[in-house]
């Protein structure tokens, strides 16, 4: 690995935005009725798949910058890694909130994180060191539950 390497800020935070922008897009595709289904073989629901996301990112930069969480208590007890919808207990938080975190988190901790993307993780994650590396690896996870999220969609309507 070259040391030399700087993460550009600027185009890790372009590339958030626009995957985050495709997250949205798929959920305007979504009907209503089919956020919380959790259909065969899938463990969890759109809805779940979307508050985790802002949960993800949520975490770290909180926990790396030593700042408030900007989320609530009930997402990240709803939505952390390794949840599902079946263990809920309570109401969901309703997809229209969701979503309009979903465009909001972005702008908001973008501004958090600029000009810390060098600042060292509290632990390191999987040879991640660095906040910087971390967004590179939580853009990739929009992009994998973006994915998940529009198999779900596309099973559901060929249903």
Do not use: C
């Not at 909001?104 to 060191?129: C, H, I, R, S, W």
Request: zero cysteines.
């Amino acid at each position: 690995m070259n040391k030399n390497v700087v993460l550009n800020e600027e185009a890790v935070l372009n590339q958030w935005n626009l995957w985050r922008s495709w997250v949205v897009a798929i959920i305007d595709m979504v009907p209503e009725e089919h956020y919380d289904v959790i259909p065969e073989p899938y463990r969890n629901n759109i809805r779940w798949n979307a508050g985790h996301l802002l949960v993800g990112f949520d975490d770290v930069v909180a926990s790396t910058l030593g700042t408030e969480r900007q989320l609530s208590d009930k997402y990240h007890i709803m939505f952390p890694r390794e949840s599902s919808p079946t263990d809920w207990t309570e109401e969901p938080p309703s997809m229209i909130e969701i979503k309009e975190k979903l465009k909001q988190q972005p702008e908001e901790l973008g501004e958090a994180v600029k000009g810390k993307l060098d600042t060292p993780l509290k632990q390191e994650f999987m040879g991640m060191k660095t906040l910087g590396e971390m967004l590179q690896f939580l853009t990739a996870h929009d992009a994998l539950h973006l994915s998940t999220m529009n198999s779900i969609r596309r099973l559901l309507e060929s249903k």
